[in-house]
């Protein structure tokens, strides 16, 4: 283990980098290879690679009845599935959303030229304030998307009300939120309809993914002709569709993805516990925390970095991170509004937005997943404990020149 224990060790000035391999956010999880290459076997015997197979079918059955929702429709990646599940449930004109979520919940509204309003989230949940969403609805709204950041669901139920009260459609990005409950129940049944994104980084992979559920037959049915071109039967097409379709491979992999899951959590979990061991008395690193009596999946660890107490700013701590080979991520930085096309289209909306503008500049995502074990934690706790330990120090040696290369993997001696 290299341990830190004059500024020089540190890699960003010098030193050995901690890890000799970089360690990743969103290192994909994989299951049991055997059953995978068994069930990819299979698919190529049958000649049967897409357009519904068997292996979808299956997927869909298995993530319907794992979340007791009645329909699962598979697709391609995430952000189709949100498009589709915005234009079934007819949303038009303006919609309210989080600015503090991936930019793919903005765009799934922009692309079919519906507004993205944003609106501020709660500084401690980091999701959707219910309390700033009344204040945004004109008679040109016609919904409202809910992330469930980091996995912990949003606060369902206010926004369910005000969805009521306001006739408004409701629909739930629910990408980091797999395996994860609200009030007992699980994530997926909410709202008019949810949506998981099953990408390569995600808790649950099928390398490429998505999907939307709900409990809503006629809603269901009109997402699978929608994301089928709209083919009602051989040659009937009857809505306006487009090609969301996921492939055999990769329901395979959400298969075995399905029977690894509790592994998963497992790992993460145990990460998570290290994580916030190391880092909960460090002045002003606040862990993000669980709700212990929900499920959750884990699959994020987030360090908010508040600078006046550890005397480093986020930047740079990622900047020293990064030179270990600990490629902690600053999602969601910047945050939506702050991206085009919205800077162009709002520019001045960050006003509006001061906890979104503040989380950006304060959150930090660990490494974790099945890659990695509480050593490699402990690993990262030990350089971060270091780097506040001696932050008056270091602070004033870090320059803009340092910042994080990308393009080149640090060697460790
Ligand atoms: N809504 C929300 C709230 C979301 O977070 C997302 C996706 C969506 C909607 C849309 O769902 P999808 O259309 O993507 O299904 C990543 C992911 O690409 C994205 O799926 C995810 N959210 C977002 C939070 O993170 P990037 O650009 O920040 O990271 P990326 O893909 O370069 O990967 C992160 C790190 O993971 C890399 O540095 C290396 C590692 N990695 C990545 C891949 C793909 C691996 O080790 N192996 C891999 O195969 O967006």
Redesign the pocket.
């Known amino acids: 283990m290299i341990q830190k224990k004059a500024l020089e060790d540190l890699a960003i000035f010098g030193g050995n980098p901690t890890f000799n391999q970089t360690l990743?956010?969103?290192?994909?999880n994989i299951g049991n290879r055997r059953k995978l290459f068994e069930r990819m076997n299979d698919i190529l015997d049958r000649r049967w690679l897409t357009n519904r197979g068997a292996y979808v079918q299956e997927f869909e059955r298995r993530v319907a009845d794992f979340l007791s929702v009645k329909h699962c429709v598979a697709m391609c990646?995430?952000?189709?599935a949100?498009e589709i599940a915005v234009r079934a449930l007819n949303m038009r004109g303006e919609v309210i959303v989080p600015s503090f979520?991936?930019i793919?919940?903005a765009h799934c509204l922009q692309w079919q030229e519906i507004t993205p309003v944003f609106c501020d989230v709660d500084p401690e949940t980091h999701n959707i304030d219910p309390e700033k969403v009344t204040g945004l609805i004109t008679p040109r709204t016609s919904g409202i998307i809910g992330?469930h950041?980091w996995s912990r669901p949003c606060e369902i139920e206010s926004l369910e009300k005000i969805a009521k009260d306001y006739n408004l459609k409701l629909l739930f990005?629910a990408?980091?939120a797999f395996g994860c409950t609200y009030n007992g129940k699980p994530v997926g049944g909410f709202g008019g309809a949810e949506?998981f994104?099953?990408?390569?980084?995600?808790f649950l992979n099928t390398f490429?993914?998505?999907a939307v559920v709900t409990n809503d037959d006629d809603l269901a049915e009109k997402i699978r002709l929608m994301k089928n071109f709209g083919f009602s039967g051989m040659d009937n097409v009857i809505y306006l569709g487009t090609n969301g379709k996921m492939n055999e491979v990769s329901a395979a992999m959400g298969i075995t993805s399905l029977e690894s899951l509790d592994d998963f959590i497992k790992a993460n979990h145990q990460n998570y516990y290290t994580c916030r061991t190391h880092l909960t008395d460090i002045p002003g690193i606040k862990m993000l925390s669980y709700d212990e009596r929900e499920k959750n999946n884990f699959q994020y660890i987030i360090a908010e970095i508040d600078e006046n107490k550890t005397g480093i700013n986020r930047n740079d701590l990622m900047k020293i991170l990064h030179a270990e080979n600990i490629?902690a991520?600053r999602?969601f930085y910047p945050s939506c509004h702050r991206m085009e096309p919205y800077k162009s289209y709002f520019p001045n909306v960050g006003i509006l937005l001061p906890e979104t503008e503040k989380l950006s500049e304060r959150l930090l995502c660990l490494p974790t997943g099945t890659a990695i074990g509480p050593a490699e934690i402990r690993q990262i706790c030990y350089v971060i404990q270091f780097v506040v330990k001696n932050s008056a120090e270091i602070a004033g040696r870090i320059t803009d020149k340092m910042d994080s290369d990308f393009t080149k993997e640090r060697v460790a001696v």
């Open positions: 990743h956010v969103g290192r994909p990646n995430g952000t189709v949100l979520t991936f793919a919940t992330v950041l990005d990408s980091h949506v994104s099953f990408h390569a980084t995600k490429e993914g998505g490629r991520r999602y």
